[in-house]
C-alpha cells in the first residue's frame, strides 16, 4: 500500500500501492470531459463473451459483485487466499478483531476524509480529520495508524476491483487475496523463512489464477524493497543494517523470479502492475515486479486532466499511464469512496483490457499489451495515456479481419 501523501505512507507502508480511499461523495467532481471522451462505453461490447479477471489483493468484498465472482462448484466463491504470516486461508476478506469490524463506518468515515484532505478539497471532513491529527498525543497517533493502516489494507482490494468491473457486464472476477504486516512495531517481523513462504504463496495464487482460466490480473502492489527495510527498522532495530538491507533484496529476487517464472508459463494472460507512489523511478524502489516481460504491462497514474503526477513513479518500466485521480471505487459495505493513486490506475487498465478482449478473445497476453500501449496518446509532458475507445475499437477491426 504506497501511500500517495507523507501521513498516508506511514500508516499504509508499501504492500499495496494504495493511494488513500475517500472523498465525500457530494464532493467529487463530476468525471471531466478528458477521460469521458475516452471511454469504450459497454454498448460496445453487449452480447460479447465473459472475459475473467483476477483481483490479486488485499481481498474483495464479494457480496458487492455477486453476480460477477466466480464460484466453485458449490456456489461459493472461488478465491485462493494467505494471511499475514502466509498461511493458506481462502476467505474473500481478511480476517480482522471483531472490534475493528464493527467501526466499519467509522474507518470508511476517516479515510474519507483522508483522502479529501491528502486530495486538496476543503470538506469539513478533511478539517476535521487535520485538525484531530494534529491534536493527538504520540499514544493516540500510534493506535490511529495501526487501525487505519489495517482497514486501509483490508478495503484495498474491494476499491480495485470496483474499478476494474465498472460498466463492463461482460467481465467476471476470481479473487486470490494477500495480508500484509500491521502495527507498530509490525506483526509479523520480517524473517528470511517469510520471505521464502511469501514467495511459495504468490507462486501458489499466480497458479491458481491461470489454472482457473484469468485472462488479465490485476496487481496493485509492487513488494518494494524499502518496505521491507521499514519492517525491520522498526521490529529489528538491533539488527545491522547491512542485514536488512540483505534480507529485503533477498526477498525482493526471490518473488521477483517467482513472478518471471509463472508469466513467463502463462502467455494467454496480461498481468498489469502498478508502478507506485514514492515519486521516484522504479529502479530506485526496487520492486519485485521491477521486470520486463511481454505480457507484463507496469502502469503509472495521471490527473483527470491526463497530467502527469508529482507522485507516481517512473521509468522505462512503465509503459502507460491511466487515471489515478479520486478514481470512484466502492468501499466494503458499498459505501462511496475516491481514492487516488497508481492503485487505482491500474484497474482502469485492466477495465479496458477486459473490453479489448471482449471484441477479440483470441488475443494473447502480448498482442493485448502492444495493443494498449500502441493505441495510446501522449500527453504534453510525453507520458502515453490510456484510450480505452481506440484499443477496443482496433481490436475489433482486427477480429473481423
Not at 17 to 35: E, H, R, T, V, Y
Not at 51 to 73: C, E, Y
Not at 238 to 261: F, G, N, Q, W
Not at 313 to 324: F, H, K, R
Request: overall charge neutral; proline content about 6%; aromatic content about 6%.
Amino acid at each position: 500500500m504506497q501511500g500517495k501523501k507523507t501521513r498516508t505512507k506511514l500508516i499504509t507502508l508499501a504492500a499495496l500501492c494504495i493511494g488513500s480511499f475517500g472523498a465525500q461523495a457530494q464532493a467529487n467532481p463530476k468525471p471531466l470531459d478528458f477521460w469521458a471522451s475516452r471511454d469504450a462505453p459497454v454498448e460496445i461490447v453487449v452480447d460479447a463473451p465473459t472475459v475473467r479477471i483476477a483481483i490479486w489483493d488485499s481481498g474483495v468484498d464479494a457480496s458487492l459483485f455477486a453476480t460477477q465472482v466466480v464460484r466453485d462448484a458449490s456456489g461459493e466463491v472461488l478465491v485462493r487466499g494467505y494471511d499475514a504470516f502466509k498461511n493458506r486461508q481462502d476467505t474473500a476478506m481478511a480476517v480482522i478483531p471483531e472490534a475493528v469490524l464493527k467501526r466499519q463506518n467509522e474507518l470508511n468515515d476517516t479515510l474519507r476524509a483522508l483522502d479529501d484532505r491528502d486530495s486538496g478539497v476543503d470538506s469539513p471532513a478533511a478539517m476535521a480529520i487535520a485538525e484531530r491529527l494534529k491534536k493527538q498525543t504520540s499514544a493516540e497517533a500510534a493506535e490511529f495508524d495501526d487501525v487505519i493502516g489495517r482497514w486501509s489494507g483490508y478495503v484495498h482490494g474491494t476499491g480495485v476491483a470496483d474499478i476494474a468491473l465498472s460498466g463492463n457486464p461482460n467481465a467476471e472476477m476470481l479473487i486470490a487475496r494477500m495480508e500484509w504486516w500491521h502495527g507498530s512495531p509490525p506483526v509479523p517481523c520480517w524473517t528470511r523463512e517469510l520471505a521464502d513462504r511469501e514467495a511459495e504463496s504468490i507462486r501458489d495464487q499466480l497458479q491458481f489464477l491461470v489454472d482457473h482460466g484469468a485472462r488479465v490480473v490485476n496487481m496493485s502492489w509492487g513488494r518494494a524493497e524499502r518496505a521491507y527495510l521499514g519492517n525491520l527498522k522498526a521490529c529489528a532495530p538491533d539488527m545491522p543494517e547491512s542485514e536488512r538491507l540483505e534480507l529485503a533484496r533477498y526477498t525482493v529476487a526471490k518473488i521477483r523470479a517467482v513472478l518471471i517464472k509463472g508469466m513467463e508459463s502463462a502467455p494467454k494472460v496480461l498481468f498489469v502492475g502498478a508502478a507506485g507512489n514514492a515519486g521516484s523511478t522504479l529502479k530506485t524502489a526496487n520492486p519485485a515486479t521491477l521486470f520486463a516481460l511481454p505480457n507484463f504491462l507496469i502502469v503509472g497514474a495521471v490527473d483527470r486532466n491526463g497530467a502527469a503526477t508529482e507522485w507516481t513513479n517512473t521509468g522505462p518500466e512503465v509503459t502507460l499511464y491511466a487515471n489515478g485521480d479520486r478514481v470512484p471505487a466502492r468501499l466494503p459495505g458499498g459505501g462511496p469512496s475516491f481514492p487516488s493513486g497508481t492503485s487505482m490506475a491500474t484497474p482502469v487498465v485492466v477495465n479496458a483490457a477486459a473490453k479489448v478482449l471482449a471484441v477479440n478473445p483470441a488475443m494473447t497476453g502480448a498482442q493485448l499489451r502492444v495493443l494498449l500501449e500502441q493505441t495510446a496518446t501522449p500527453n504534453a509532458t510525453g507520458q502515453p495515456l490510456l484510450h480505452p475507445r481506440n484499443a477496443v475499437e482496433t481490436a475489433r477491426k482486427v477480429a473481423r479481419g
